[in-house]
């Protein structure tokens, strides 16, 4: 098994900024990518960003230069830095960790962003 720990949402004004991290633990063998997907209320969960361990870093379009992803593989965590933050990226955001024959998702945390 493999557990996934997210921190760092909350609620910021638009243009402000926040981090997300995600620590991944257990029987973590070959990771093939990690990532963040998001889901607005009344939308399907939809990819923010994913990072493979071989390959290029995916954005989606609406965070592209706005958002970045980062990981530190020795410590099998995964960072979203997110800046510019608009009232349309409010949802909550979810640590996706994908290894060879399973994937794994984290319980999510809310981001809010709001005047």
């Known amino acids: 098994q493999v557990q996934l720990v997210e921190s760092g949402g909350g609620s910021v004004r638009p243009g402000g900024s926040l981090r997300l991290s995600c620590a991944a633990s257990?029987?973590?063998?070959?990771?093939?990518?990690m990532g963040w997907y998001r889901q607005a209320p009344g939308k399907q969960r939809e990819l923010v960003a994913a990072q493979p361990t071989v390959g290029r870093t995916n954005y989606a379009d609406s965070v592209r230069g706005r958002f970045t992803i980062s990981r530190d593989n020795a410590k099998h965590t995964v960072y979203l830095q997110m800046n510019s933050l608009k009232p349309e990226d409010t949802a909550v955001y979810y640590c996706?960790?994908?290894?060879?024959?399973?994937?794994?998702w984290g319980q999510g945390t809310q981001v809010t962003v709001s005047s």
């Open positions: 996706n960790v994908k290894l060879i024959y399973s994937e794994y």
């Open positions: 257990g029987n973590i063998f070959s990771i093939v990518a």
